[in-house]
């Protein structure tokens, strides 16, 4: 049978495995943090959820999904948590790659600290967590977003900018 060229409501194995994707990382950095105390670990899962709720508080509630299956899965928790917005809104939405660092810090927060604990104290077992970390936030993201997530997205049709972003339309 032929892939449909978008999901109404994505196939619930898709959201799964982005959410698994995503929550190695946010495990694997805690994990790394954790050499440094488990309050670090604790504060860096609470950055991440953070990220999150953002994510459902300004974007979601605008998206074409809202109440739906979407490749991350977020459509379908975000009327647990948020009133609907205004669909219009997300299209006119700009996103920077100012704005999308806090994103990136998930990864870059881990791997600083990694490197901090390799130089006090080197074992191979760190280098190997930092290396998966880096497939997964990079490799494992790329692949979700471009084989399963984004691929078939019908917000992305609509107007999406994040892709119109990555497309290299960027204002700074
Ligand atoms: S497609 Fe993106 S913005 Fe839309 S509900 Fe899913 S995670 Fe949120």
Known sequence: M????TYDNFPAWIAILSN???LSIYTLGAYILAGFGILFAIL????CLWLEVQILRKSCV???YYGKVCGLGKGKLCPLLFKQG????FVEKEVTWAQILPDFMVFIIPLVGGIILLVRDFTWLLVALLIILGILAFGGTALIRG???CKYCKQREIGCPAEQLFGG???L
Do not use: N, Q
């Open 20 to 22: 698994l994707v995503s």
């Open 44 to 47: 860096y899962l609470l950055y």
């Open 2 to 5: 032929e892939a449909p060229k």
């Open 147 to 149: 084989s399963f997530a």
């Open 86 to 89: 205004d669909p219009k809104k």
């Open 169 to 171: 339309k960027e204002k």
């Open 62 to 64: 605008d998206c074409y």
